[in-house]
């Protein structure tokens, strides 16, 4: 396996490459989300790449871009063990030579951006999707594998796949939760003891409100005010419906509903997300 930090390196190493490529792009702290989405790439391709970047244009000023956990030589090892043919980890001058102030951007329309995730962190899918198109052109890559926690970033990447016209298929890959069901994320590092046993409290919302939309009669308010009692402790950002399919906020629980959770944890204010389908 190699691991490269330079765009050249990194084309030459491309060029030689027989076969399909598969691309898992991340900001590290690997976990065993990513490793399902790895394993998955290095099983349908011929080659599987593992991009390492922690993106700084998709962080707003207050987030943590500078504590966001970076560990390049166990996230690497993972990668090898894995199967994975090349790591690739560039520096910021690398991916941003003429600085980040003069980046010309791709920005996901209004209508996908201003709700969910997108409405407390302004200009944050541009950053992802730029970065993503950035990774799909040196990569040269046939498939990407995202997971579907961050959904509205999943949505948002097929969209400009199909906008504008990028050659790769996107393979989402579902949800991998701890035993107790709390979902996986780098940012599950953060957690006090206490904050973690609050933050199962997200996936426990979800599962019930799975339950509670098998009886028909169930309405959007009454599972909002279900999931609030069981959050309780949290700092709710939003509890949302959308249909899977449009990502359009819906006005009533049907089929098709996705439903999206954001919160916080009261000490160390860890942003958490999780999402679940109300119906198989
Ligand atoms: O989901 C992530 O880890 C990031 O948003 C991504 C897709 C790697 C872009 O920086």
């Not at 003429?98 to 951007?105: F, I, S, V």
């Amino acid at each position: 396996m190699k691991i490269l930090d330079n765009i050249a390196d990194l084309k030459k190493e491309i060029s030689s490459l027989k076969g399909s490529i598969g691309l898992v792009p991340t900001m590290g702290a690997l976990h065993k989300g990513h490793q399902s989405l790895i394993e998955k790439a290095v099983n349908e391709n011929d080659n599987a790449i593992v991009s390492i970047f922690v993106n700084p244009i998709q962080f707003g000023i207050n987030e943590d871009l500078d504590k966001y956990p970076r560990c390049l030589a166990s996230d690497s090892k993972l990668c090898e063990e894995a199967g994975v043919k090349i790591v690739f980890a560039p520096k910021i001058s690398q991916m941003y030579a003429e600085g980040k102030e003069n980046l010309t951007l791709i920005c996901p329309p209004y209508s996908a951006v201003d709700k969910l995730c997108g409405k407390s962190r302004i200009g944050h899918f541009d950053g992802v999707a730029s970065v993503v198109a950035k990774l799909f052109n040196l990569t040269k890559a046939n498939r990407a594998y995202f997971g579907q926690k961050d959904a509205q970033q999943l949505f948002i990447i097929q969209k400009m796949v199909r906008d504008l016209n990028f050659d790769i298929e996107i393979i989402p890959c579902p949800i991998v939760r701890e035993e107790d069901n709390l979902a996986l994320s780098s940012r599950n590092q953060y957690l006090t003891k206490s904050e973690r046993a609050l933050a199962l409290n997200i996936s426990k919302a979800l599962f019930e409100a799975k339950k509670l939309a098998k009886t028909n009669t169930i309405t959007k308010r009454a599972v909002i005010d279900n999931s609030l009692k069981i959050m309780e402790g949290l700092e709710v950002e939003y509890i949302e419906f959308v249909d899977i399919n449009t990502f359009e906020i819906q006005d009533e629980i049907n089929k098709n509903t996705l439903m999206l959770i954001a919160s916080r944890t009261p000490e160390t204010k860890t942003r958490l997300i999780d999402n679940m389908k109300l119906f198989d």
